[in-house]
């Protein structure tokens, strides 16, 4: 028997990723810039040559479909492998829109990886966690991450990039969930149905690389009005591609906007504050240390929880199983 115990952060897009070049390899139509965030993680242990393969998330046997999700990205690890026990947990919510997808396959990549006897490089484990979710491919790394689109129809020049680790810039991003509803319409559905009935979605595509040289040149910078700009322009145009596809995709809730027109009066008040929001109602917000309790304490009455989140490090190992 081997066992292996991963953990990884959740990333929050400040260049977002919605659509895909190919479904079945999850190579996305456009790049993308995410910041890795601490201290929220997920924990996932894997052990091999089990009796059977078993699933548990937080503490409780998985579904069948979760559990099927899991397996099957097991067998994208090692096509041979014997049966495995999985166990992950989250040390934070589960909720909508809050890229727990993304902490859960980096850890599954990096602890099945190697409990199965297996050696990958970090970009090699980013285009495997890729797989299970297009933006796990991002959690392998601290701090600022791109994910290029690559041209390659293997998918090969297609994973997450490190651009600036954790201690480039410590921001903080102080998050509003509004819901504790389940997600609507699954990101991959919701990208799909984008692609094909919004109007608008060849424009998306076609302002990508710009919004994202901007944001990166930003990141470099450290210049927080023009990332912030930058990355309300991506939430935006993406979520106006949802909104015009048809039937409506719209995850907002009247909660979303009342944070983000209260994002706009702290800007109003000269307070540097800027909303971001996912496939999900919660909203994001990015700002300096030195502001996110005064943001914290502008949005608290619209949400029903808030967290102050920072730059978090690379997707590790733990030394003990
Ligand atoms: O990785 P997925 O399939 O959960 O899609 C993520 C899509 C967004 O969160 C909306 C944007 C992003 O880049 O994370």
Redesign the pocket.
């Known amino acids: 028997m081997n066992c292996a115990t991963a953990t990884a952060h959740p990333?929050?897009?400040l260049v977002?990723?919605?659509g895909k070049r190919d479904v079945a390899l999850?190579l996305p139509a456009v790049p993308?810039l995410?910041l890795t965030l601490a201290p929220w993680s997920t924990r996932t242990t894997v052990e091999t040559d089990a009796p059977r393969d078993e699933v548990r998330l937080a503490g409780r046997p998985a579904t069948d479909a979760e559990a099927s999700r899991v397996t099957r990205f097991l067998d994208l690890v090692d096509p041979d492998r014997p049966p495995c026990v999985v166990d992950s947990a989250n040390d934070f919510p589960t909720a909508a829109?809050l890229?727990s997808?993304?902490s859960a396959f980096a850890a599954l990549a990096l602890a099945a990886t190697e409990a199965l006897g297996h050696t990958r490089t970090r970009a090699e484990l980013s285009a495997l966690a890729r797989r299970g979710?297009?933006?796990?491919c991002r959690s392998l790394w601290g701090g600022f991450v791109r994910w290029d689109r690559g041209t390659r129809a293997d998918g090969a020049d297609s994973c997450g990039h490190p651009v600036a680790g954790p201690d480039h810039w410590d921001l903080r991003m102080v998050v509003a969930i509004v819901s504790d509803g389940p997600k609507p319409t699954a990101?991959?559905a919701g990208?799909l149905h984008t692609a094909r009935t919004s109007p608008l979605y060849a424009g998306w595509v076609a302002s990508a690389e710009a919004t994202l040289a901007e944001a990166q040149a930003a990141v470099l910078d450290r210049d927080l009005e023009r990332l912030g700009r930058a990355m309300e322009q991506s939430t935006f145009t993406?979520h106006a591609t949802m909104h015009t596809s048809d039937p409506p995709l719209i995850y907002w809730l009247p909660a979303t906007l009342a944070v983000v027109h209260a994002v706009q009066a702290l800007r109003r008040g000269g307070v540097g504050a800027w909303a971001t929001m996912?496939?999900g109602p919660q909203v994001k917000v990015l700002c300096e240390v030195e502001d996110a309790d005064t943001v914290q304490r502008a949005i608290a009455p619209h949400a029903l929880r808030t967290a102050i989140l920072g730059p978090g490090r690379d997707a590790h190992l733990e030394p003990a199983c």
Do not use: Q
């Not at 979710?133 to 796990?136: L, V």
């Open positions: 990333n929050i897009a977002k990723y919605w999850n993308s995410s829109g890229a997808s993304a979710s297009g933006s796990a990101s991959t990208m993406m996912d496939a």
